[in-house]
Nanobody
Framework: QVQLVESGGGLVQAGGSLRLSCVASGSIASSVAMGWYRQIPGNQREMVAVRLRGGTITYADSVKGRFTIPGDNAKNTMYLEMNSLKPEDTAVYYC????????WGQGTQVTVSS
């Protein structure tokens, strides 16, 4: 029904920037939120940034002030602007649509070298 495709990951040096993109196909009209999660090797998946229906955005403390979900996205597209990247940001980043039915993208690898 719903497919999410992330892109934009890659290898970047500490202090650099990346922009991740998530394009959704299918109906997401009933979703409660859309957001970005990440899974650091050896850890459970964690919330990075979530945009609630209506536009309110919540950021994890670890990325606050460095990562941004821009407010000018198309309805079916979400971006994550990542600045001042740190090695501890290295993870697989996932786009998610959350609601009574939740959907996840395949993930895109972000690697930050020191």
């Amino acid at each position: 029904q719903v497919q999410l495709v992330e892109s934009g990951g890659g290898l970047v040096q500490a202090g650099g920037s990346l922009r991740l993109s998530c394009v959704a196909s299918g109906s997401i009209a009933s979703s409660v939120a859309m957001g970005w999660y990440r899974q650091i090797p050896g850890n459970q998946r964690e919330m990075v940034a979530v945009r609630l229906r209506g536009g309110t955005i919540t950021y994890a403390d670890s990325v606050k002030g460095r990562f941004t979900i821009p407010g000018d996205n198309a309805k079916n597209t979400m971006y994550l602007e990542m600045n001042s990247l740190k090695p501890e940001d290295t993870a697989v980043y996932y786009c998610a649509v959350l609601g009574r039915d939740s959907y996840w993208g395949q993930g895109t690898q972000v690697t930050v070298s020191s």
